[in-house]
């Protein structure tokens, strides 16, 4: 049984920040190649550029086994994004549908996420393909591809080099 606060054995805390973004923490920054949201794609591709995702200390330390894994879903917070639309045209054909029908990164709260193939992890830096956001995007979290049951080793490639 599992009690409030516990700490188990083998597990680390550490110290929270004394200020939060927005109610949540950024753990790292998303770089890929895109600066201009017009230029950034609408939903990554298993081919697409590589990207790097760098990670915070403290949280480094939690990055122990996600190596296992083929995917992973990376959640940010997309900082350049409207707030305030309730309902919109995605195609501009004159029909609308509400913000929480579609994919779009205007939200309430405009958390993105994407499936990303995880390529490598070297120290703080996580090498992926998939994502479809701004470089520089905060990043809220990393997860195992919940569709994958089992983990799923990525292939090796030596030394990790990105598309500049």
């Keep these: 049984m599992v009690r409030l606060n516990e700490i188990r054995a083998g ?10 973004d927005a109610g949540l923490i950024y753990i790292g920054r998303v770089h890929t190649p895109w600066t201009d949201r017009l230029a950034c794609p609408r939903q ?3 081919d ?3 990207c790097r995702i760098e990670l915070f200390e403290p949280w480094v330390a939690a990055l122990d086994g996600l190596e ?21 045209s995605p195609a501009d ?5 509400g913000t929480f029908a579609l994919r779009s990164p205007v ?4 958390i993105g996420t ?17 994502l479809d956001c701004l470089d520089g995007t905060p990043l ?18 030596g030394d990790f080099q990105t598309d500049d």
Excluded at 68 to 88: F, G, M, N, P
Excluded at 93 to 97: F, H, L, M, S, Y
Excluded at 147 to 152: A, E, V, W, Y
């Design 68 to 88: 296992a894994y083929a995917r992973i879903e990376v959640l940010y917070w997309l900082d350049a994004s409207r707030r305030d639309l309730v309902r919109q």
């Design 44 to 46: 990554g591709r298993s």
């Design 93 to 97: 054909d004159g029909t609308t549908r």
């Design 114 to 130: 994407s499936v990303a193939t995880l390529i490598g992890i070297a120290g703080n830096i996580l090498t992926v393909r998939g």
């Design 11 to 20: 597990e680390i805390a550490v110290a929270e920040p004394q200020q939060f």
């Design 140 to 157: 809220l979290d990393l997860k195992p591809d919940r569709s994958l049951f089992t983990p799923i080793a990525p292939p090796q490639h």
């Design 107 to 110: 939200r309430p709260n405009p």
């Design 48 to 50: 697409g550029p590589l």
